[in-house]
């Protein structure tokens, strides 16, 4: 079957480990469902996964490709969560130290059929087109828990986002502002700030910019370029939720300011299935969309993760079948 999938990896130059072509259609195990693909998404995560960050060498070669929908061997349209855990375990999956995502133990999205286990299989509302359900699963999910589960925020608070345009933060933005959040977001790119107003956005701010009153809470995905600002824009006893790190993970902590402050940090992760399925009901009862940059043919991934790689998106890049 046609696949795109990481062949090696380069931490410097991760675009020379990205292959298209020809990769054995996989079997399906007992308890496991086949997807045959109509859309999938792009994540950070797999350039994460090219430069080698979660895929070591002797998983290669592997699909790449978290999200995912498309139709079962029953006929049912379904979104596919990608958060596998242990069989045995039971709760939030994402407590599970033995879970892993898609494309990281286990085949990827970016193909013509992918197999997960059954209950990673999720109905697809009929509201939703496969191109907006694909990008649910990773990006999507991953603001719905770091704002509704983790942040601890309710409708009415303040919340930053760190960087206007990526996929999580355009999810920030537009589920925050459709559940009553006032969402602030900083990015480097005057083109973006004036995308995110269009898109929700209360007000936008150059990065690093001081904000005109301290924020409730701050949503993290940039890591060490944006650090110190998140710290600096919470009022005492905010909140900064993170899930990322894309610039690197070095910051000063800014631990005086965290205890004096009685600031909270705290770490997020994927979310849960039952938590992609609120997601979904979401969107189909408040007609929230996700935002979709570029819609590719599955043949030219490699558009989507230049765009991606070279910072040229605002939103999510799909790719079709
Ligand atoms: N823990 C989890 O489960 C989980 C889930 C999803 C994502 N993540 C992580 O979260 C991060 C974002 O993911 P994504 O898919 O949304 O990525 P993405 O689409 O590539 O995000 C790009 C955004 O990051 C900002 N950015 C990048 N470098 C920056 C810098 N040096 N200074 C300021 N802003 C910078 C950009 O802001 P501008 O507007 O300024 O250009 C841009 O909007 C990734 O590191 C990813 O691995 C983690």
Redesign the pocket.
Known sequence: MFAVYAAESHADDPLAALRTGDRPAPDVPEGWARVRLRAASL???DL?SLRGVGLPADRLPMILGCDGAGVDDEGREVVVHAVVSDPDWTGDETFDPRRSLLSERYQGTFADEVVVPRRNLVPKPAELSFEEAACLP??WL?AYRMLFTRSGLAPGSTVLV????????TALVALGSAAGYRMWV????EA?RAKAIELGADQAFE?GARLPERVDGVME??GK??WSHSVKSLRPGGVIVT?????GDAPPAELTRIFFLQLSVVG???GTRDELDRLMRLCAVTGVRPLIDHVLPLEDAREGFER?LH?D?FGKIVFTR
């Open positions: 994540n950070h995560h994460w990773t990006a991953t760190q960087g206007a345009g990526g996929g999580v933060a900083t990015s480097r790119d973006k990065s995905t940039v370029a944006t899930c990322g790190a894309t610039s997020s992760t994927m991606m910072e998106v």
